[in-house]
Protein backbone atom coordinates (compact mmCIF):
# COMPACT_ATOMS: atom_id res chain seq x y z
CA UNK A 1 0.00 0.00 0.00
CA UNK A 2 1.04 3.32 -1.33
CA UNK A 3 2.24 6.51 1.52
CA UNK A 4 -0.32 8.32 -0.17
CA UNK A 5 -3.10 5.53 0.20
CA UNK A 6 -1.97 5.31 4.18
CA UNK A 7 -2.56 8.98 4.84
CA UNK A 8 -5.46 9.28 3.03
CA UNK A 9 -7.31 6.66 4.85
CA UNK A 10 -6.19 8.10 7.81
CA UNK A 11 -7.79 11.05 7.06
CA UNK A 12 -11.19 9.07 6.38
CA UNK A 13 -11.35 7.14 9.34
CA UNK A 14 -10.74 10.53 11.58
CA UNK A 15 -12.89 11.89 9.23
CA UNK A 16 -15.82 9.21 10.35
CA UNK A 17 -15.10 9.00 13.88
CA UNK A 18 -15.50 13.04 14.22
CA UNK A 19 -18.77 12.89 11.63
CA UNK A 20 -19.95 10.03 13.70
CA UNK A 21 -19.92 11.46 16.88
CA UNK A 22 -21.68 14.61 15.66
CA UNK A 23 -24.05 12.92 13.70
CA UNK A 24 -25.55 10.50 16.81
CA UNK A 25 -25.32 12.63 19.52
CA UNK A 26 -26.69 15.61 20.86
CA UNK A 27 -24.03 17.73 21.07
CA UNK A 28 -25.09 19.78 18.64
CA UNK A 29 -28.75 19.78 18.12
CA UNK A 30 -29.78 20.20 14.26
CA UNK A 31 -31.87 23.13 13.45
CA UNK A 32 -35.69 22.21 11.87
CA UNK A 33 -37.60 24.48 10.09
CA UNK A 34 -41.35 25.73 10.22
CA UNK A 35 -42.94 22.65 8.51
CA UNK A 36 -41.21 20.33 10.98
CA UNK A 37 -40.68 21.67 14.10
CA UNK A 38 -44.21 23.68 13.86
CA UNK A 39 -44.24 27.50 14.81
CA UNK A 40 -45.90 30.79 12.94
CA UNK A 41 -45.87 31.99 9.48
CA UNK A 42 -46.66 35.68 8.81
CA UNK A 43 -47.47 37.58 5.93
CA UNK A 44 -47.50 41.52 6.83
CA UNK A 45 -48.41 44.37 4.15
CA UNK A 46 -46.75 47.96 4.69
CA UNK A 47 -49.81 50.73 5.23
CA UNK A 48 -47.73 54.02 4.18
CA UNK A 49 -49.77 56.84 5.65
CA UNK A 50 -50.84 59.72 3.45
CA UNK A 51 -48.40 61.52 0.83
CA UNK A 52 -45.83 58.66 2.33
CA UNK A 53 -44.15 56.73 -0.45
CA UNK A 54 -42.53 53.00 0.07
CA UNK A 55 -39.26 52.65 -2.29
CA UNK A 56 -37.25 49.46 -1.92
CA UNK A 57 -34.45 51.02 0.23
CA UNK A 58 -37.73 51.68 2.46
CA UNK A 59 -39.31 48.12 3.01
CA UNK A 60 -35.71 46.23 2.76
CA UNK A 61 -34.65 48.19 6.24
CA UNK A 62 -38.59 47.56 7.36
CA UNK A 63 -37.08 44.04 6.71
CA UNK A 64 -33.65 44.26 8.47
CA UNK A 65 -35.43 45.85 11.82
CA UNK A 66 -37.96 43.20 11.84
CA UNK A 67 -35.59 40.26 11.52
CA UNK A 68 -33.19 42.11 14.73
CA UNK A 69 -35.76 42.21 16.63
CA UNK A 70 -37.07 38.39 15.49
CA UNK A 71 -33.66 36.90 16.42
CA UNK A 72 -33.86 39.06 19.64
CA UNK A 73 -36.32 36.36 20.47
CA UNK A 74 -33.80 33.49 20.26
CA UNK A 75 -35.76 31.57 17.73
CA UNK A 76 -34.30 28.72 15.57
CA UNK A 77 -33.26 30.43 12.15
CA UNK A 78 -36.16 32.56 11.52
CA UNK A 79 -36.41 33.34 8.00
CA UNK A 80 -37.51 37.04 7.33
CA UNK A 81 -37.52 38.27 3.11
CA UNK A 82 -39.84 40.31 1.18
CA UNK A 83 -42.73 39.36 -0.86
CA UNK A 84 -43.45 41.52 -3.15
CA UNK A 85 -42.96 45.22 -3.20
CA UNK A 86 -45.21 46.02 0.14
CA UNK A 87 -45.18 42.86 1.50
CA UNK A 88 -42.48 41.06 4.22
CA UNK A 89 -43.19 37.28 5.04
CA UNK A 90 -42.15 36.03 8.76
CA UNK A 91 -41.52 32.16 9.53
CA UNK A 92 -41.36 31.80 13.39
CA UNK A 93 -39.63 27.95 13.93
CA UNK A 94 -40.76 26.72 17.05
CA UNK A 95 -42.37 29.91 18.34
CA UNK A 96 -44.08 29.19 22.06
CA UNK A 97 -45.88 32.40 22.08
CA UNK A 98 -46.77 33.57 18.37
CA UNK A 99 -49.11 36.37 19.53
CA UNK A 100 -46.51 37.87 21.33
CA UNK A 101 -44.11 37.32 18.77
CA UNK A 102 -46.22 38.91 15.78
CA UNK A 103 -47.22 42.30 18.70
CA UNK A 104 -43.61 42.92 18.72
CA UNK A 105 -42.83 42.33 14.66
CA UNK A 106 -45.98 44.32 13.61
CA UNK A 107 -45.53 47.31 16.26
CA UNK A 108 -44.25 50.26 14.60
CA UNK A 109 -42.03 51.51 17.63
CA UNK A 110 -41.97 55.08 17.20
CA UNK A 111 -41.32 56.22 21.20
CA UNK A 112 -42.11 60.05 21.67
CA UNK A 113 -42.21 62.59 25.13
CA UNK A 114 -45.35 64.58 24.50
CA UNK A 115 -46.54 67.77 25.83
CA UNK A 116 -49.84 67.34 26.54
CA UNK A 117 -50.21 71.14 27.39
CA UNK A 118 -50.69 70.19 31.46
CA UNK A 119 -53.10 67.69 30.63
CA UNK A 120 -52.82 64.06 32.73
CA UNK A 121 -53.96 60.68 30.11
CA UNK A 122 -54.33 57.38 32.04
CA UNK A 123 -52.24 54.44 30.70
CA UNK A 124 -53.63 53.26 27.41
CA UNK A 125 -55.18 56.32 26.23
CA UNK A 126 -54.47 56.90 21.90
CA UNK A 127 -53.85 60.72 21.17
CA UNK A 128 -52.39 62.34 18.26
CA UNK A 129 -49.26 63.96 18.01
CA UNK A 130 -47.43 65.91 15.84
CA UNK A 131 -44.55 63.75 14.45
CA UNK A 132 -47.28 60.75 14.14
CA UNK A 133 -49.57 61.32 10.91
CA UNK A 134 -51.14 58.10 11.61
CA UNK A 135 -51.38 55.97 14.38
CA UNK A 136 -50.42 52.43 14.04
CA UNK A 137 -53.50 51.27 16.34
CA UNK A 138 -55.88 52.57 13.27
CA UNK A 139 -53.70 50.94 10.76
CA UNK A 140 -53.20 47.64 12.37
CA UNK A 141 -55.93 46.51 14.37
CA UNK A 142 -59.30 45.53 12.39
CA UNK A 143 -61.28 46.80 15.75
CA UNK A 144 -62.53 50.22 16.05
CA UNK A 145 -60.43 52.35 18.12
CA UNK A 146 -62.41 53.99 20.96
CA UNK A 147 -59.92 57.11 22.40
CA UNK A 148 -59.54 56.84 26.38
CA UNK A 149 -61.20 59.94 27.59
CA UNK A 150 -58.66 62.50 29.26
CA UNK A 151 -58.42 62.83 32.76
CA UNK A 152 -59.67 66.21 34.53
CA UNK A 153 -55.84 67.94 35.59
CA UNK A 154 -57.31 67.57 39.37
CA UNK A 155 -56.77 63.81 39.10
CA UNK A 156 -53.78 62.59 41.34
CA UNK A 157 -51.59 60.10 39.00
CA UNK A 158 -48.60 58.80 41.06
CA UNK A 159 -45.31 59.12 38.41
CA UNK A 160 -43.98 56.29 37.37
CA UNK A 161 -41.18 57.41 35.35
CA UNK A 162 -37.93 60.05 35.83
CA UNK A 163 -37.75 61.73 32.67
CA UNK A 164 -35.16 62.89 30.37
CA UNK A 165 -34.55 63.88 26.60
CA UNK A 166 -34.13 65.98 24.29
CA UNK A 167 -34.75 68.96 21.81
CA UNK A 168 -38.08 70.81 22.29
CA UNK A 169 -39.27 71.30 18.94
CA UNK A 170 -40.82 74.47 17.42
CA UNK A 171 -42.35 73.62 14.52
CA UNK A 172 -45.77 74.37 12.81
CA UNK A 173 -48.36 71.44 13.02
CA UNK A 174 -49.14 69.43 10.68
CA UNK A 175 -53.16 69.49 9.42
CA UNK A 176 -54.78 66.60 11.26
CA UNK A 177 -55.54 63.60 8.58
CA UNK A 178 -59.14 62.82 8.22
CA UNK A 179 -58.79 59.58 9.74
CA UNK A 180 -57.93 60.62 13.17
CA UNK A 181 -60.01 63.85 13.46
CA UNK A 182 -61.49 61.40 16.16
CA UNK A 183 -58.59 61.96 18.35
CA UNK A 184 -58.85 65.49 18.47
CA UNK A 185 -56.15 67.90 20.09
CA UNK A 186 -52.72 67.22 18.60
CA UNK A 187 -50.08 67.13 20.80
CA UNK A 188 -46.70 68.28 20.29
CA UNK A 189 -44.11 66.17 20.25
CA UNK A 190 -40.65 67.01 22.07
CA UNK A 191 -38.61 64.43 21.10
CA UNK A 192 -38.58 61.05 20.20
CA UNK A 193 -36.67 57.21 21.04
CA UNK A 194 -34.05 58.60 17.98
CA UNK A 195 -32.34 60.24 20.95
CA UNK A 196 -31.94 57.94 23.53
CA UNK A 197 -28.44 56.29 23.74
CA UNK A 198 -28.99 52.52 22.49
CA UNK A 199 -25.77 50.82 24.98
CA UNK A 200 -28.16 52.76 28.10
CA UNK A 201 -30.76 50.25 27.11
CA UNK A 202 -31.18 47.84 29.64
CA UNK A 203 -33.97 46.38 32.01
CA UNK A 204 -35.02 47.71 35.46
CA UNK A 205 -37.03 48.24 38.34
CA UNK A 206 -39.08 51.36 38.93
CA UNK A 207 -39.80 52.93 42.68
CA UNK A 208 -42.97 51.34 42.66
CA UNK A 209 -41.21 47.67 41.90
CA UNK A 210 -42.96 47.48 38.33
CA UNK A 211 -40.63 46.31 35.64
CA UNK A 212 -39.04 49.29 33.64
CA UNK A 213 -37.02 49.96 30.64
CA UNK A 214 -33.65 52.51 32.04
CA UNK A 215 -32.35 54.78 29.00
CA UNK A 216 -30.01 57.60 28.25
CA UNK A 217 -30.15 60.49 26.48
CA UNK A 218 -27.86 62.15 23.99
CA UNK A 219 -25.64 65.12 25.20
CA UNK A 220 -27.57 67.71 23.69
CA UNK A 221 -30.93 66.01 24.09
CA UNK A 222 -30.70 65.85 27.75
CA UNK A 223 -29.56 69.69 28.00
CA UNK A 224 -32.96 70.67 25.89
CA UNK A 225 -34.69 68.32 28.24
CA UNK A 226 -33.45 69.51 32.07
CA UNK A 227 -34.51 73.23 30.60
CA UNK A 228 -37.76 72.06 29.55
CA UNK A 229 -38.53 70.29 32.63
CA UNK A 230 -37.59 73.57 34.67
CA UNK A 231 -39.55 75.53 33.44
CA UNK A 232 -42.58 73.37 33.65
CA UNK A 233 -42.43 71.43 36.94
CA UNK A 234 -45.46 70.43 38.47
CA UNK A 235 -46.84 69.76 35.21
CA UNK A 236 -47.15 66.15 32.89
CA UNK A 237 -45.15 64.64 30.28
CA UNK A 238 -46.53 61.78 28.58
CA UNK A 239 -44.57 59.07 27.32
CA UNK A 240 -46.31 57.90 23.83
CA UNK A 241 -45.51 54.44 21.98
CA UNK A 242 -47.37 54.02 18.80
CA UNK A 243 -49.45 56.68 20.00
CA UNK A 244 -50.75 55.18 22.90
CA UNK A 245 -49.42 56.39 26.37
CA UNK A 246 -47.20 54.53 28.33
CA UNK A 247 -47.74 56.67 31.50
CA UNK A 248 -47.75 59.82 32.06
CA UNK A 249 -45.77 61.32 35.37
CA UNK A 250 -45.76 64.21 36.75
CA UNK A 251 -42.45 66.51 36.68
CA UNK A 252 -41.79 67.09 40.15
CA UNK A 253 -38.40 68.75 39.74
CA UNK A 254 -35.93 69.84 36.52
CA UNK A 255 -34.39 66.43 35.61
CA UNK A 256 -30.90 67.72 34.94
CA UNK A 257 -29.23 63.71 34.69
CA UNK A 258 -30.15 62.82 31.53
CA UNK A 259 -31.11 59.18 32.68
CA UNK A 260 -35.10 58.03 33.74
CA UNK A 261 -37.07 54.93 33.00
CA UNK A 262 -39.89 53.84 31.03
CA UNK A 263 -42.45 51.38 33.26
CA UNK A 264 -44.41 48.88 32.06
CA UNK A 265 -46.74 46.08 33.62
CA UNK A 266 -44.83 42.91 33.19
CA UNK A 267 -40.87 41.75 32.77
CA UNK A 268 -41.96 40.49 29.27
CA UNK A 269 -43.19 43.52 27.97
CA UNK A 270 -40.43 45.25 29.68
CA UNK A 271 -38.19 42.87 27.56
CA UNK A 272 -40.59 43.39 24.40
CA UNK A 273 -39.97 47.17 24.50
CA UNK A 274 -36.56 46.65 24.78
CA UNK A 275 -36.42 45.02 21.99
CA UNK A 276 -38.66 47.42 20.22
CA UNK A 277 -36.46 50.46 20.89
CA UNK A 278 -32.90 48.76 20.64
CA UNK A 279 -33.42 48.29 16.96
CA UNK A 280 -35.50 51.42 15.81
CA UNK A 281 -38.87 52.28 14.95
CA UNK A 282 -40.10 51.02 11.54
CA UNK A 283 -40.85 53.14 8.40
CA UNK A 284 -43.65 51.94 8.15
CA UNK A 285 -46.88 51.03 9.59
CA UNK A 286 -47.74 47.27 8.70
CA UNK A 287 -50.80 45.47 8.96
CA UNK A 288 -51.01 41.23 9.39
CA UNK A 289 -52.34 40.26 5.73
CA UNK A 290 -52.15 36.45 7.26
CA UNK A 291 -51.03 34.47 10.08
CA UNK A 292 -50.98 30.87 10.10
CA UNK A 293 -49.78 28.33 13.31
CA UNK A 294 -48.53 25.03 12.42
CA UNK A 295 -48.54 22.50 15.11
CA UNK A 296 -45.57 20.39 15.78
CA UNK A 297 -47.45 17.19 15.11
CA UNK A 298 -47.60 17.91 11.46
CA UNK A 299 -43.69 18.22 11.83
CA UNK A 300 -43.22 15.32 14.04
CA UNK A 301 -45.40 12.89 10.76
CA UNK A 302 -43.07 14.49 8.36
CA UNK A 303 -39.42 13.80 10.23
CA UNK A 304 -41.28 10.05 10.36
CA UNK A 305 -41.90 10.00 6.82
CA UNK A 306 -39.03 11.54 5.98
CA UNK A 307 -36.53 9.40 7.85
CA UNK A 308 -38.54 5.84 6.83
CA UNK A 309 -38.58 7.13 3.05
CA UNK A 310 -34.62 7.73 3.44
CA UNK A 311 -34.20 4.40 5.29
CA UNK A 312 -35.88 2.48 2.34
CA UNK A 313 -34.27 4.46 -0.27
CA UNK A 314 -31.05 3.85 0.45
CA UNK A 315 -31.43 0.14 1.37
CA UNK A 316 -32.88 -0.10 -2.18
CA UNK A 317 -29.48 1.46 -3.76
CA UNK A 318 -27.20 -0.31 -1.41
CA UNK A 319 -28.64 -3.55 -2.95
CA UNK A 320 -28.73 -2.73 -6.12
CA UNK A 321 -24.93 -1.39 -5.66
CA UNK A 322 -23.99 -4.67 -4.17
CA UNK A 323 -25.80 -6.95 -6.63
CA UNK A 324 -24.27 -5.44 -9.02
CA UNK A 325 -20.66 -4.06 -8.85
CA UNK A 326 -20.26 -6.36 -5.79
CA UNK A 327 -16.70 -5.92 -3.96
CA UNK A 328 -16.55 -2.20 -5.64
CA UNK A 329 -20.34 -1.94 -4.83
CA UNK A 330 -19.51 -2.63 -1.31
CA UNK A 331 -17.06 -0.18 -1.12
CA UNK A 332 -19.87 2.26 -3.06
CA UNK A 333 -21.81 1.52 0.17
CA UNK A 334 -19.56 2.05 2.89
CA UNK A 335 -18.64 6.00 0.63
CA UNK A 336 -22.24 6.75 0.52
CA UNK A 337 -22.64 5.85 4.65
CA UNK A 338 -19.68 8.06 5.63
CA UNK A 339 -21.01 10.71 2.90
CA UNK A 340 -24.25 11.17 4.90
CA UNK A 341 -22.56 11.57 7.97
CA UNK A 342 -20.55 14.41 6.22
CA UNK A 343 -23.37 15.90 4.90
CA UNK A 344 -25.76 15.75 7.88
CA UNK A 345 -22.26 17.06 9.90
CA UNK A 346 -21.74 20.39 7.80
CA UNK A 347 -25.83 21.06 8.25
CA UNK A 348 -25.56 20.83 11.92
CA UNK A 349 -22.24 23.09 12.03
CA UNK A 350 -23.20 25.75 9.89
CA UNK A 351 -25.88 25.70 11.01
CA UNK A 352 -28.83 24.61 7.79
CA UNK A 353 -32.52 24.69 9.11
CA UNK A 354 -33.77 21.29 7.58
CA UNK A 355 -36.67 21.62 5.87
CA UNK A 356 -38.77 19.21 3.50
CA UNK A 357 -37.45 20.66 0.27
CA UNK A 358 -34.34 20.39 2.20
CA UNK A 359 -34.26 16.82 2.57
CA UNK A 360 -35.35 16.62 -0.52
CA UNK A 361 -32.41 18.20 -1.69
CA UNK A 362 -30.11 16.19 0.34
CA UNK A 363 -31.74 12.85 -1.37
CA UNK A 364 -31.36 14.04 -4.44
CA UNK A 365 -27.45 14.75 -3.96
CA UNK A 366 -27.03 11.01 -2.58
CA UNK A 367 -28.53 10.18 -5.80
CA UNK A 368 -25.71 12.22 -7.62
CA UNK A 369 -23.28 10.42 -5.16
CA UNK A 370 -23.83 7.27 -6.46
CA UNK A 371 -24.07 7.97 -9.96
CA UNK A 372 -20.37 9.35 -9.89
CA UNK A 373 -19.60 5.83 -8.31
CA UNK A 374 -21.58 4.37 -11.13
CA UNK A 375 -19.43 5.85 -13.53
CA UNK A 376 -16.18 4.83 -12.08
CA UNK A 377 -17.46 1.04 -12.28
CA UNK A 378 -18.24 1.20 -15.10
CA UNK A 379 -14.77 2.57 -16.26
CA UNK A 380 -13.32 0.19 -14.39
CA UNK A 381 -15.06 -3.00 -16.01
CA UNK A 382 -14.10 -1.83 -19.01
CA UNK A 383 -10.76 -1.97 -18.25
CA UNK A 384 -10.70 -5.01 -16.56
CA UNK A 385 -12.55 -6.79 -19.83
CA UNK A 386 -9.83 -5.33 -22.09
CA UNK A 387 -7.22 -7.39 -20.37
CA UNK A 388 -5.38 -4.70 -17.53
CA UNK A 389 -4.61 -5.22 -14.28
CA UNK A 390 -6.77 -4.92 -11.69
CA UNK A 391 -4.72 -1.77 -9.78
CA UNK A 392 -4.34 -0.33 -12.82
CA UNK A 393 -8.10 -0.81 -14.09
CA UNK A 394 -9.09 1.03 -10.80
CA UNK A 395 -6.89 4.40 -11.55
CA UNK A 396 -7.37 4.19 -15.26
CA UNK A 397 -11.23 4.30 -14.12
CA UNK A 398 -11.26 6.97 -11.65
CA UNK A 399 -9.24 8.65 -14.33
CA UNK A 400 -11.44 8.79 -17.74
CA UNK A 401 -14.61 9.07 -14.96
CA UNK A 402 -13.72 12.49 -13.91
CA UNK A 403 -14.21 14.07 -16.26
CA UNK A 404 -17.77 13.35 -16.72
CA UNK A 405 -17.98 13.50 -12.86
CA UNK A 406 -16.65 17.26 -12.98
CA UNK A 407 -18.69 18.67 -15.55
CA UNK A 408 -21.94 17.02 -14.18
CA UNK A 409 -21.52 18.59 -10.98
CA UNK A 410 -20.22 21.68 -12.16
CA UNK A 411 -23.63 21.88 -13.99
CA UNK A 412 -25.55 20.86 -10.76
CA UNK A 413 -23.85 23.36 -8.55
CA UNK A 414 -24.75 26.15 -11.04
CA UNK A 415 -28.62 25.42 -10.62
CA UNK A 416 -28.00 25.24 -7.20
CA UNK A 417 -26.71 28.99 -7.05
CA UNK A 418 -29.39 30.36 -9.63
CA UNK A 419 -32.16 28.33 -7.88
CA UNK A 420 -30.60 29.82 -4.45
CA UNK A 421 -30.47 33.28 -5.90
CA UNK A 422 -34.19 33.38 -7.15
CA UNK A 423 -35.35 31.50 -3.54
CA UNK A 424 -33.54 35.09 -2.24
CA UNK A 425 -34.87 37.73 -3.95
CA UNK A 426 -38.63 36.29 -4.53
CA UNK A 427 -39.16 35.29 -1.25
CA UNK A 428 -39.62 31.28 -2.15
CA UNK A 429 -37.99 29.65 1.09
CA UNK A 430 -38.81 26.24 -0.50
CA UNK A 431 -36.22 26.51 -2.96
CA UNK A 432 -33.72 28.10 -1.52
CA UNK A 433 -33.61 25.99 1.46
CA UNK A 434 -33.56 22.91 -1.83
CA UNK A 435 -31.15 24.40 -3.82
CA UNK A 436 -28.53 25.18 -0.20
CA UNK A 437 -28.72 21.32 0.32
CA UNK A 438 -28.78 19.95 -2.80
CA UNK A 439 -25.37 22.14 -3.39
CA UNK A 440 -23.61 21.13 0.15
CA UNK A 441 -24.60 17.44 -1.17
CA UNK A 442 -22.77 17.63 -4.63
CA UNK A 443 -19.87 18.97 -3.18
CA UNK A 444 -19.47 16.54 -0.86
CA UNK A 445 -19.91 14.06 -3.33
CA UNK A 446 -17.28 15.29 -5.59
CA UNK A 447 -14.75 14.42 -2.32
CA UNK A 448 -16.25 10.83 -1.15
CA UNK A 449 -16.68 9.67 -5.04
CA UNK A 450 -13.32 10.40 -6.09
CA UNK A 451 -11.03 10.58 -3.54
CA UNK A 452 -13.29 7.98 -0.84
CA UNK A 453 -13.75 5.28 -2.85
CA UNK A 454 -10.44 5.00 -4.27
CA UNK A 455 -8.77 5.09 -1.40
CA UNK A 456 -10.86 2.25 -0.01
CA UNK A 457 -10.41 0.55 -3.14
CA UNK A 458 -6.39 0.43 -3.14
CA UNK A 459 -6.42 -0.75 0.75
CA UNK A 460 -8.72 -3.60 -0.11
CA UNK A 461 -6.65 -4.79 -4.03
CA UNK A 462 -3.22 -3.61 -2.00
CA UNK A 463 -3.88 -6.31 0.87
CA UNK A 464 -6.28 -8.82 -0.49
CA UNK A 465 -5.48 -10.57 -3.93
CA UNK A 466 -8.30 -10.29 -6.01
CA UNK A 467 -6.01 -10.08 -9.17
CA UNK A 468 -7.84 -12.67 -11.68
CA UNK A 469 -11.43 -12.28 -10.30
CA UNK A 470 -12.62 -9.56 -12.45
CA UNK A 471 -16.36 -11.14 -11.92
CA UNK A 472 -15.91 -9.65 -7.73
CA UNK A 473 -16.11 -6.81 -9.64
CA UNK A 474 -19.31 -7.13 -11.88
CA UNK A 475 -16.86 -7.43 -15.42
Known amino acids: MSRRTRIWLVVIVVLAVVTGFVSFTDTILSKLGLDLSGGTQVLLEAVPVPGQSLDAGAMERTRQIIENRVNAFGLTEPLVQLAGSNRILVELPNEKDPARAVSAIQQTGRLEF ?26 TNTQTVTPTPTLAPTATPTATATLTDTSAVTSTLPPVDPLLEQFGQVYETLFTGDHLLIGSLAIGTAQDGRPAVDFEL ?28 NSCPQIQQAITGGSGQITVGTLTEAQDLLTVLRYGSLPTSLRVVQSTTIGPTLGEDSIRASVLAGILGLSAVALFMILYYRVAGFVAVITLFLYGLTTFTIFKLLPVTLTLPGIAGFILSVGVAVDGNTLIFERMKEELRSGRRLAVAVDVGFERAWTSIRDSNISTLITCAILFWFGSNFGASIVKGFALTLAIGVAISLFTSIQVTRTLLHTLIDNIDLEGRPRLFGA
Not at 124 to 130: E, F, K, L, P, Q
Not at 233 to 244: A, E, F, K, S
Open 114 to 139: VDTLGQFFEDGAVIRTSTSPTPTSVL
Open 218 to 245: ETEAAQLFAAYTSANVGGYLCIVLDNRV
